[in-house]
């Protein structure tokens, strides 16, 4: 059973330019998390989503960040316009059900942004 | 708001060395708890979790944490570290009542000398 995928591992990208981050969950997990990580800090939860839908987005940013988990495919995590602030670490997490139960969430090996 | 306080940000011991690493939490509810250990190069991985039941969680690697629910403290130890311990150690909780995001400390960079 292969573990959470994302790719890219390493992404390059210019101010103003836009970044997309990919994240398959584990097989038979339906929900996905995604994460940042900045320098020297602790993992920030950013977006919850199941398929279809956007369950917390408490922790995205306002402006410039999306995600969604469609039917078919990889969850994506959009980035527009990036600025240098967004170079972080981005990690996706899956898990097979939510909210009350008593589920672990399994971690991909991120995705490193570095904006220049 | 919950949050999760890691007290050390970097801890350096020799083998052989017994290992304690300080975690607490603020939450009033039903949580689960934590934790997550990154070696360098790698992904996290989950090292204990602690759902229900036994306040002493045993993890693989020989760590073990106990859960001290009056002083929301979720400590995590080792009687005796080796090198292959060096990592990034990270204490976290999620709250059972709300959506399912997980709140993560700052970490504690672990050094072992040889």
Known sequence: NAGVMQNPRHLVRRRGQEARLRCSPMKGHSHVYWYRQLPEEGLKFMVYLQKENIIDESGMPKERFSAEFPKEGPSILRIQQVVRGDSAAYFCASSPGGTGGEYEQYFGPGTRLTVT | ?114
Do not use: M
């Not at chain 2, 050390?8 to 708890?33: D, K, M, Q, R």
């Not at chain 2, 759902?51 to 995590?76: H, Q, R, Y």
């Open chain 2, 1 to 114: 708001a919950q949050s999760v306080s890691q007290h050390n940000h970097h801890v350096i011991l020799s083998e052989a060395a017994s290992l304690e690493l300080g975690c607490n939490y603020s939450y009033g509810g039903t949580v689960n708890l934590f934790w997550y250990v990154q070696y360098p190069g790698q992904h996290l991985q989950l090292l204990l979790k602690y759902f229900s039941g036994d306040p002493l969680v045993k993890g693989i690697k020989g760590f073990e944490a106990e859960f001290i629910k009056s002083k929301f403290s979720f400590n995590l130890r080792k009687p005796s570290v080796q090198w292959s311990d060096t990592a990034e150690y990270f204490c976290a909780v999620n709250a059972v009542s709300s959506a399912s995001k997980i709140i993560f400390g700052s970490g504690t960079r672990l050094s072992i000398r040889p």
